[in-house]
């Protein structure tokens, strides 16, 4: 893949200068997975904002996050919540849930977060068939196989006017061809064929450039029906 655009880059540390500022949790959430050698897959800091402040704007009270890996974007998601508030976040990979839960207990943040270990469609399924309510908030970040699964779990699990964030929707720009060599881009193309006029998601995406290159999120809100 391309590298980044250092322009793209100097704009985010410009961005995070002036609007972020440092934040020692984040940082330690990094320090910490780089050590034990995850994928530097996080979002970006200005995309961590991002999902905060929007969960923060639809009064997030309850919050499922698919894909974990070492927590940062669960630390930025928990940070919207109030007080009673709770994250759900599914991962995988059993040592990737054990990092993000001590750099979430780190950040303060480990009474309002439950991660739960397993495939992630299997998780959701166990969700559905439990009885706690629904979520207001869902961002998927996981495998892009199952994104076209993973909307129709994230619609019967959350309340109508829910939004749904799905990250990495645009993947430099492969995501509108069909003949891809990226195997990751049938499974995000199927997330916006199940969109297409989809009776209960209104949705849109957005392109996006910076530390993470040319990518995208893909917003959604579940109608009222
Ligand atoms: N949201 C995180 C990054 C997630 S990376 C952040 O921004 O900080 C994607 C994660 O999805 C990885 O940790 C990977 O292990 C997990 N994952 C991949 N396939 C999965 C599956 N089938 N079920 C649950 N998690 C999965
Ligand atoms: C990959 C996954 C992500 O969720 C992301 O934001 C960037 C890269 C990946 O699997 O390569
Ligand atoms: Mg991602």
Redesign the pocket.
Known sequence: MAKSDPSWSDVDDYIVEHLIGNDPALDACLAANAREDL?A???STTQ?RMLELLARGVGAKRIL??????????ISLARALPEDGHLVS????PE?AALARSNIEKAGLAPKVEIIV????K?LAALEAGDASRFDFV?V???KE?YAAYLEHAIRLSRPGAMLVF?NVVREGEVINADSSDPKVPGTRALYSALQDHPLVDATAIQTVGSKKWDGFLLGIVRDN
């Open positions: 994928p897959i996080d979002v961590g996050e698919i894909g974990t890996l070492g927590g940062y974007s669960a599914l991962e995988l990979e990737y397993g495939e992630a469609v998780s961002f970040d996981a495998d199952n990250d």
